[in-house]
């Protein structure tokens, strides 16, 4: 069973930082692409940031130079540091696990397909 467990999330002002972690029940020791999604009400869920085994990493054009994906394998934890928050950035996020495959894959058009494992979500808030 591979649960994913998410915290991180709250309210915050414009300009603002946060950092999501994710932590994973299991280890993928044949090689893993995780991603953070997000989805806000009435939109799709899109590809936020992936990174994968062989350390590759891939972002959407909304948070380039603002958000960044990390891992310790160590502790089988994901997280997503977000920086310079907009209020378009509100929305719930999601981490999701799967065996390897290239971290683009994430950011592509649906990209949430063939993730077979998530998180609940945690909410994140930007106020103007």
């Known amino acids: 069973q591979v649960e994913l467990v998410e915290s991180g999330g709250g309210s915050v002002q414009a300009g603002g930082s946060l950092r999501l972690s994710c932590t994973i029940s299991?280890?993928?020791?044949?090689?893993?692409?995780m991603g953070w999604f997000r989805q806000s009400p009435g939109k799709e869920r899109e590809g936020v940031a992936g990174?994968?085994?062989?350390?590759?990493?891939s972002y959407a054009d909304s948070v380039k130079g603002r958000f960044s994906i990390s891992v310790d394998n160590a502790k089988n934890t994901l997280y997503l540091q977000m920086n310079s928050l907009k209020p378009e950035d509100t929305a719930m996020y999601y981490c999701?696990?799967?065996?390897?495959?290239?971290?683009?894959?994430?950011?592509?058009?649906?990209?949430?397909?063939?993730?077979?494992?998530w998180g609940q979500g945690t909410q994140v808030t930007v106020s103007s």
């Open positions: 999701a696990v799967e065996g390897f495959r290239p971290a683009s894959r994430v950011v592509a058009v649906n990209g949430e397909n063939g993730f077979g494992y």
């Open positions: 299991v280890q993928f020791t044949a090689g893993y692409c």
């Open positions: 990174i994968d085994s062989s350390g590759e990493t």
